[in-house]
């Protein structure tokens, strides 16, 4: 079963900081996402990530598959950013189902202006 | 983007009664739809995912005749809580997947919140 670890669980940070959340696997993945859960519960996918890196707006997304390792930054953070950022697996055999996602417990981050 | 509605957006019951939740794709047929759960303060759960025109298939500890699945269109799953109770008050999401992003793509219900009185 692929275990997803979240560093850090919490997060509190000034308006304008840099913010990085980590995310851990311990099994081999087809692809990872990175998921935005606001306080009323409803969730937005920010990245699906394979390898490499992407961009979108204030937020970046990296992937080192060979390390089992992704990280979400944030620039220019703003109290709108405050919310658990999760980090969610593909994998087969993860215990997910044949391609369901494998959750991370999720980075609660406020952003204080 | 793809959008996925789910429907009701909250409901509260009495306990034994059933409770429907629907997940509809509004711009894209879903060949699969995923359900999964999240207590308070913990990760989301897979529970089932579901194939359009097949069974679900359930995930370890679910109780597939509690947890009643049906996917009988490419854009509308249903999920059905059958003799509800208080433990099963949690909050229900489902996720689509279908040609909209390629195969590894999931779009996000905005949920529904679950309490059994």
């Known amino acids: 079963k692929n275990e997803v670890e979240q560093s850090p669980q919490n997060l509190t940070a000034q308006e304008g900081e840099f913010i990085t959340i980590n995310c851990s696997y311990s099994?081999?993945?087809?692809?990872l996402h990175w998921l935005q859960q606001h306080p009323g519960g409803g969730i937005v996918s920010l990245f699906m990530?394979?390898?490499g890196k992407k961009k979108h707006g204030r937020l970046i997304a990296t992937i080192n598959i060979q390390e089992k390792h992704s990280s979400l930054h944030i620039t220019a953070s703003h109290p709108r950013d405050s919310a658990v950022y999760i980090c969610?697996?593909?994998?087969?055999?993860?215990?997910?189902?044949?391609?369901?996602?494998?959750f991370g417990k999720g980075t609660h981050l406020i952003i204080q202006p | 983007g793809a959008v996925v509605s789910q429907h009701p957006s909250w409901v509260i019951c009495k306990s034994g009664t059933s409770v429907k939740i629907e997940c509809r794709s509004l711009?894209?047929?879903?060949?699969?739809m995923f359900w999964y759960r999240q207590f308070p303060k913990q990760s989301l759960m897979l529970m089932a995912t579901?194939?359009?025109?097949?069974?679900?298939?359930?995930e370890q500890g679910v109780e597939k005749d509690k947890f009643l699945i049906n996917h009988a269109s490419l854009t509308l799953s249903t999920l059905t809580v059958t003799s509800a109770h208080p433990e099963d008050s949690s909050f229900y999401i489902c996720?689509?997947?279908?040609?909209?992003?390629?195969?590894?793509?999931?779009?996000f219900g905005p949920g529904t919140r679950l309490l059994v009185l």
């Open positions: 099994v081999g993945i087809s692809a």
């Open positions: 996720s689509a997947r279908g040609r909209a992003g390629g195969w590894k793509t999931q779009y």
């Open positions: 579901s194939n359009e025109g097949s069974k679900a298939t359930y």
């Open positions: 969610a697996v593909i994998s087969p055999y993860s215990g997910g189902g044949a391609d369901g996602l494998t």
């Open positions: 711009d894209f047929q879903a060949t699969t």
């Open positions: 990530l394979s390898s």
